[in-house]
């Protein structure tokens, strides 16, 4: 079993950074892929970004592509998602998740495990 909990979420001027944190329960989150999912109001949950299980190979939606990066400290067990030139169309509800294999996908119903949200504002 694998516990996610997500932090760092906030209110934030359109323009400005947020780093979310995904912290990870378990010996092996070395092991697995992991990403980030994002739910608007009335909104499906959409793919935001993925990582494979050593942080060499990533993924992103062309609606965050050069704003958003992410990464892992597997020494940490924790995936981050670095957003810059945050705009009002990033408010959401921001999701971690993680999966059984190593690779990166952004294909939601590829992930097991998922936690239980951080909301993430942009005021324009």
């Known amino acids: 079993q694998v516990q996610l909990v997500e932090s760092g979420g906030g209110l934030v001027q359109a323009g400005g950074s947020l780093r979310l944190s995904c912290a990870a329960s378990?010996?092996?989150?070395?092991?697995?892929?992991m990403a980030w999912f994002r739910q608007a109001p009335g909104k499906e949950r959409e793919f935001v970004a993925a990582i494979n299980s050593s942080g060499g190979s990533t993924l992103y939606a062309d609606s965050v592509k050069g704003r958003f990066t992410i990464s892992r400290d597997n020494a940490k067990n924790t995936v981050y998602l670095q957003m810059g030139s945050l705009k009002p169309e990033d408010t959401a509800v921001y999701y971690c998740?993680?999966?059984?294999?190593?690779?990166?996908?952004?294909?939601?119903?590829?992930?097991?495990?998922w936690g239980q949200g951080t909301q993430v504002t942009v005021s324009s």
């Open positions: 378990g010996r092996t989150f070395s092991w697995y892929g």
């Open positions: 998740a993680s999966r059984y294999s190593d690779d990166a996908t952004r294909y939601a119903t590829r992930y097991a495990y």
